[in-house]
């Protein structure tokens, strides 16, 4: 056994210890190590871990191995980010060592060098100064004028050009201009004026301001079109003023091109991206860039909340409802809620925005955790929509769509508006059936029918991915009665190209927008001209469109009836959200509400009084049931071949808890709502307290046992703190 100090290693494993080993032949361990990335032999194969304590070997520690390789001069992580992720391991009683892995870019993961942070910028080379004037007139040549005053860089063109890109790859490639490497820009010049705030607008800028110095919760509470991204942007300038970094989270990488040029124009200094739709080395920049303090500001999705801060200022959470803040595999941990941790340990301001917040979030500003600042009115000139529902019961649908809702749309179009037609489900229909004998389709691996896709020619499971080709004829009985029952995205878009054949019909959902930027790109098409959009959720968040005039809600009935207690808040978040897409400019918008349920009290709730009626309501049941906001949960999740190994693995995970003598209801094991899903059989345990303490001495008692029980090693199982799916 050593006498000098060990590295204890927190290794990307799922297993809730250290592993100790030497320093490299010829180096000591030091208390300054720690946060380090060191590269260690494991088994038959190399790991790259970060050295999460130093000290004196165990007693029963056996021959220990020497660290192959020390990856860092200096910690990657180390003060506040360090111990927030501590923090987080202990929260959600996962492996530090795959809490430290999931903040890590991928690059880092895998031993890389922290990226070099340089920027880049492109310039005409000297046969592209002589050869400016005889280029012909388009792409290239006003990429050349620009250039030739001398090199700009990426950002700038970004702004200027637009479309850039494939001119100066064609330069490039007639040795008529170079990319070259620049030097990352810190200035923070003033920002570009912008509208004029009104009274509500002010007094949040003001109170966000008022609490810079030190941590405060703000939840910015603004009915669609209010001007929440404004209060943004000011309290972003004067974070940047101070000399500060500001980072904004926002829920979908759709969200991001367009917040980032908002930012850019407005803020007046590079707005970086993080989000899953870059590659790594860019995603690794970015992240060099903040931790270096060299980026100020930083637009992400969800893994952005462990960026390095060394400069922090404020942290702000667009849409800060949104389901996709949460984790669901791996390290199940919630964006919003690590934000706010960090938040406090930075000792700075986190703001969440949100048309509709989360019961969650409410409730912390209705017992004062939070401060609630309202936004009540739409900015401008712009006015809330009219809503109406259609009673569709008895009447014929054409693809889901009936004669009022068309005869809307054809209005709408006639004024040369444009018009949003939601429907929460992609595809060309939700289930393939035999008309003779009944027949469905039904996914293979799954307990789930599979979706129709491709025009009816493709059935795809949107669980586990699976996919084949529509059959000839029924496998049961042979007929050729095979129908595609309901619609999707896709057969509405469909049923409406051919119903208006004068006008662009444009789907958006995750079939269209697979490509980088695609989103985008996609709106930037369709403009400001009449037309349609056909769309999931994907539209529903944020996006300002400006010409949009009518919101037709397509087949909200299968929201209204739920198993899940969280349902009636995500349908009615998700309504409020897609209709206050429409009117978001002078024009008045109106949204159209198809339904079979026209008498359903969640809808007459939020016609009536709109979201903080229908919360406020929500609430009091939540209260009376025992549900979170009102109490904490934490669901252990197991898989196997076999339901039995799934249900032997909970019952004794069921007992270990049992026996910590915690004041907890225990609930299962049982089947998952759905109970099969890419061929493994899947089991649940729900522990519920009404205090959150409580829960989580439990857990810290019997996760050991757990991990250490011979069923866990038969089935793949998981822990989820808080969670908000009950799958």
């Not at 903040?103 to 492109?122: F, I, M, Q, V």
């Not at 927008?513 to 529903?540: C, K, N, P, S, Y």
């Not at 069921?654 to 907890?664: E, F, N």
């Not at 890419?678 to 857990?699: E, F, I, K, N, P």
Request: proline share 7%.
């Amino acid at each position: 056994m050593p006498d000098s100090p060990v590295w204890r290693l927190a290794l990307p494993l799922p297993l809730p210890r250290l592993f100790d080993y030497l320093p490299p032949v010829g180096e000591a361990a030091s208390a300054g190590d720690i946060g380090s990335r060191v590269r260690v032999p494991f088994g038959s194969r190399e790991l790259v871990g970060v050295i999460a304590e130093v000290g004196p070997a165990g007693d029963d520690t056996p021959q220990l191995k020497h660290a192959l390789a020390r990856l860092d001069p200096q910690p990657v992580f180390h003060g506040e980010l360090l111990e927030s992720l501590r923090w987080l391991a202990r929260y959600t009683h996962a492996p530090l060592g795959e809490v430290l892995a999931t903040a890590l870019p991928a690059t880092l993961r895998r031993g890389e060098a922290l990226a070099d942070t340089h920027a880049w910028a492109w310039q005409l080379t000297e046969a592209g100064r002589t050869a400016r004037e005889r280029l012909r007139a388009g792409k290239p040549r006003r990429l050349a004028d620009r250039l030739q005053d001398g090199a700009c860089d990426e950002d700038t063109l970004d702004d200027d050009l637009g479309d850039w890109r494939s001119a100066a790859r064609a330069l490039a490639k007639r040795e008529l201009a170079e990319r070259i490497a620049v030097p990352v820009s810190t200035r923070a010049p003033a920002p570009r004026p912008g509208p004029t705030l009104n009274a509500e607008q002010q007094a949040a800028v003001d109170a966000i301001l008022a609490s810079r110095d030190g941590f405060a919760a703000h939840l910015l509470d603004g009915v669609t079109g209010s001007g929440k991204t404004e209060v943004y942007l000011h309290a972003i300038a004067d974070c940047l003023a101070r000399g500060r970094q500001a980072l904004v989270l926002v829920p979908e990488i759709g969200l991001t091109p367009q917040t980032l040029a908002r930012f850019r124009a407005r803020l007046g200094v590079p707005v970086h991206a993080l989000h899953s739709g870059l590659g790594d080395a860019e995603r690794a920049r970015t992240w060099a860039a903040f931790a270096r303090g060299e980026a100020r500001v930083v637009v992400g999705t969800r893994s952005a909340v462990f960026l390095p801060m060394p400069d922090a200022g404020l942290i702000v959470i667009d849409e800060e409802h949104d389901g996709s803040f949460k984790q669901l595999d791996g390290i199940r941990y919630h964006a919003r809620d690590f934000a706010l941790v960090r938040g406090k340990t930075l000792g700075i301001p986190v703001v969440m925005g949100s048309a509709t917040p989360s019961l969650e979030t409410l409730r912390n500003a209705q017992t004062g955790r939070y401060t609630h600042l309202r936004l009540r009115e739409r900015a401008g000139d712009a006015q809330p929509p009219t809503v109406r529902v259609c009673d569709v019961r008895k009447r014929p649908l054409e693809a889901g769509l009936s004669q009022e809702l068309l005869d809307t749309i054809g209005r709408a179009l006639d004024a040369d508006g444009q018009v949003l037609v939601f429907k929460n489900r992609r595809g060309y229909a939700p289930v393939l059936l035999c008309h003779d004998c009944g027949w469905s389709a039904q996914c293979q691996r799954c307990d789930s029918p599979m979706t129709v896709h491709a025009g009816g020619r493709r059935l795809q499971c949107h669980h586990c991915g699976a996919r084949r080709p529509v059959p000839n004829a029924c496998p049961d009985c042979g007929g050729l009665a095979l129908q595609a029952q309901g619609a999707g995205t896709e057969r509405i878009e469909e049923a409406l190209a051919a119903r208006f054949p004068d006008v662009p019909v444009l789907r958006i959902d995750r079939g269209t927008t697979q490509h980088r930027d695609a989103l985008e790109q996609h709106l930037a098409r369709f403009g400001t001209q009449r037309g349609i959009l056909v769309g999931t959720q994907m539209l529903a968040k944020g996006h300002d469109l400006p010409q949009l005039t009518l919101v037709a809600v397509v087949g909200i009935d299968e929201g209204l009836f739920s198993a899940d207690f969280r349902a009636p808040e995500k349908l009615a978040q998700l309504l409020i959200q897609v209709a206050g897409r429409a009117g978001r400019a002078e024009r008045r918008g109106e949204v159209l509400l198809q339904t079979h349920h026209p008498g359903h009290p969640l809808l007459a709730t939020l016609l009536t009084g709109g979201y903080s009626a229908f919360a406020e309501e929500e609430l009091a049941q939540r209260e009376a049931a025992g549900f979170p906001p009102f109490a904490h949960l934490a669901m252990l999740r197991a898989e196997a071949k076999h339901t039995e190994a799934c249900e032997g693995f909970l019952r004794s995970a069921r007992a270990i808890v049992h026996d910590t003598g915690a004041a907890l209801d225990l609930h299962g094991p049982l089947p998952a709502p759905m109970p099969r899903r890419a061929g493994y059989q899947r089991a649940q345990l729900l522990l519920s307290s009404a205090d959150r303490r409580t829960l989580h001495s439990a857990l810290d008692a019997a996760m050991p046992a757990i991990h250490a029980l011979p069923d866990a090693r038969k089935v793949r199982w998981s822990l989820d703190v808080d969670p908000v799916d009950l799958y």
